[in-house]
């Protein structure tokens, strides 16, 4: 979901030829996996694509090819930086959006209501750190 959202807000800017958007797990259970159905039918409801979407896991590479790296919550950000250091610079998706009130991304898994009915118009501040 996060990575349709992005492209999406990416898009809306003008800026698909300037920025490249990816998304990777720390853990290797949905390789290879398309995104889960519920997520699929509610990016559909609000006309956000996902072409090309399949779980992959973080690789040390990643860290070498991208020019930031932008976790969910406090686990992924040490396992992230536990992979070593490169050229990305590695936050928390959260410190973008200072008024969210949270410094994780609500797990869907954890909550009655889907945590992204929520996101979609988190208006994120895009200084960089």
């Known amino acids: 979901m996060a990575e349709a959202l992005f ?74 930086r536990a992979l070593g250091t490169a050229r990305a610079r590695v936050h928390s998706l959260m410190q973008y959006a200072p008024d969210a009130n949270t410094s994780v991304v609500p797990d869907k898994s954890s909550l009655r209501r889907p945590a992204c009915h929520d996101l979609p118009g988190t208006q994120f501040n895009t200084s960089v750190p």
């Open 7 to 80: 492209r999406h807000k990416v898009s809306g800017a003008g800026l698909s030829e300037q920025i490249h958007v990816d998304s990777a797990g720390t853990g290797n259970y949905h390789v290879g996996d398309p995104p889960h159905r519920k997520t699929l039918a509610i990016l559909d409801t609000a006309k956000i694509g996902y072409d090309g979407i399949i779980g992959r896991q973080i690789t040390l590479g990643d860290l070498a090819n991208f020019d930031y790296i932008l976790t969910m919550d406090e686990a992924n950000l040490r396992d992230v």
